[in-house]
């Protein structure tokens, strides 16, 4: 009697694909966010130097996380896609990076969110 072939495992869900895969599925989008991100760099640095306030760096930078999940997953509010959104590398970022958006906000305080 000849053995079965073992099955072939089904598609992943999209949660479990590496993030390069998904940014390569987001496609001209990618651009935007990539925009957002050097934006944020660029007055986060500003900020370090002391030409900007450190929360508008912050600011962005939690718009650009929001974005990037936007890009990715849509806006979708069932159970299995907000598991993807914060199983996602970026996820749980903007409530963190929001964390820090408190009175008093040390300019070099920005920086460790883009590090």
């Not at 651009?31 to 900020?47: E, K, M, W």
């Not at 718009?63 to 509010?77: C, Q, S, W, Y």
């Not at 598991?83 to 970026?90: A, K, P, R, S």
């Amino acid at each position: 009697m000849a053995e079965a072939e073992p099955e072939e495992p089904g598609p992943l869900p999209k949660g479990i694909y590496h993030d390069g895969s998904r940014w390569g599925e987001i496609g001209q989008k990618a651009s935007i966010c990539f925009g957002a991100y050097a934006v944020a760099l660029a007055i986060a640095v500003g900020a370090w130097a002391g030409v900007f306030p450190a929360y508008q760096a912050l600011v962005i930078l939690v718009v650009a996380f929001i974005l990037e999940i936007v890009a990715k997953f849509g806006v979708k509010f069932t159970k299995q896609n907000m598991h993807n959104v914060l199983t996602d590398d970026v996820g749980p970022m903007p409530i963190l990076s929001a964390t820090l958006l408190m009175p008093g906000l040390h300019p070099k305080a920005s920086m460790p969110p883009f590090l």
